[in-house]
């Protein structure tokens, strides 16, 4: 009896005053997790220089008024010259094939010719809208994406955590396709094939 005394005093307490529901507005929305941003321009690395010495992680954030802060005035692709990259990667993976949690994985890729190349920003957005909103059903197998502009062919590539799982990438791969709304097949590597070989054949298609 007593919880359904604390419920009827509960419904009969009336509504907070204005102030404090202005107050609660102000709050910003929180994300399931941390998300960051990182940034790689590999057009004049250092003779001698080891891969991934020119990448910089630049902003961590966790809420949604952050992410749109730094998309809108900072992390756009189009914005990029040539050899330039953006990566998107949950906090505390960096995007690299030796991290821990990526050194097991793979990715998709999806590939814009150069006749298509104004849709890299759109396609890089719905993708980030879907990682920091958990739209994937296999979120926990996702490390991050990441946007490769080049002169003659930009790449969208989606890092995933385990390459062996078929059935998690599969699952990824169509909901990304489908996320994108693209006709045009994708398809997944392994790092560890793109390690011994640069042209090695992809191991799923969707």
């Given at each position: 009896?007593?919880?359904?005394?604390?419920?009827?005093?509960?419904?009969?307490?009336?509504?907070?005053?204005?102030?404090?529901?202005?107050?609660?507005?102000?709050?910003?929305h929180?994300?399931?997790?941390?998300?960051?941003?990182?940034?790689?321009?590999?057009?004049?690395?250092?003779?001698?220089?080891?891969?991934?010495?020119?990448?910089?992680?630049?902003?961590?954030?966790?809420?949604?008024?952050?992410?749109?802060?730094?998309?809108?005035?900072?992390?756009?692709?189009?914005?990029?010259?040539?050899?330039?990259?953006?990566?998107?990667?949950?906090?505390?993976?960096?995007?690299?094939?030796?991290?821990?949690?990526?050194?097991?994985?793979?990715?998709?890729?999806?590939?814009?010719?150069?006749?298509?190349?104004?849709?890299?920003?759109?396609?890089?957005?719905?993708?980030?809208?879907?990682?920091?909103?958990?739209?994937?059903?296999?979120?926990?197998?996702?490390?991050?994406?990441?946007?490769?502009?080049?002169?003659?062919?930009?790449?969208?590539?989606?890092?995933?955590?385990?390459?062996?799982?078929e059935?998690?990438?599969?699952?990824?791969?169509?909901?990304?396709?489908?996320?994108?709304?693209v006709?045009?097949?994708?398809?997944?590597?392994?790092?560890?094939?793109?390690?011994?070989?640069?042209?090695?054949?992809?191991?799923?298609?969707?």
């Amino acid at each position: 009896m007593a919880t359904e005394d604390a419920s009827d005093t509960y419904a009969a307490a009336p509504p907070p005053p204005p102030e404090v529901e202005v107050e609660a507005e102000k709050q910003p929305h929180k994300l399931e997790r941390k998300w960051s941003f990182w940034y790689d321009n590999q057009s004049k690395p250092k003779q001698g220089a080891a891969w991934g010495s020119t990448l910089r992680k630049v902003y961590t954030f966790d809420t949604v008024e952050e992410f749109w802060s730094l998309h809108d005035n900072i992390f756009k692709p189009g914005r990029l010259t040539a050899n330039a990259d953006f990566h998107l990667f949950k906090a505390g993976i960096e995007p690299k094939w030796e991290d821990p949690e990526c050194a097991n994985g793979g990715k998709w890729t999806w590939a814009i010719s150069t006749s298509r190349k104004s849709t890299l920003d759109d396609m890089w957005l719905e993708t980030l809208m879907a990682l920091i909103g958990e739209q994937l059903d296999e979120s926990d197998e996702i490390c991050g994406v990441v946007a490769n502009v080049r002169q003659r062919q930009d790449k969208l590539s989606l890092w995933t955590k385990t390459a062996t799982n078929e059935a998690a990438q599969m699952s990824i791969g169509k909901k990304w396709k489908e996320i994108l709304d693209v006709t045009d097949k994708i398809t997944y590597s392994y790092h560890d094939d793109s390690r011994k070989d640069r042209s090695a054949r992809g191991r799923y298609t969707v």
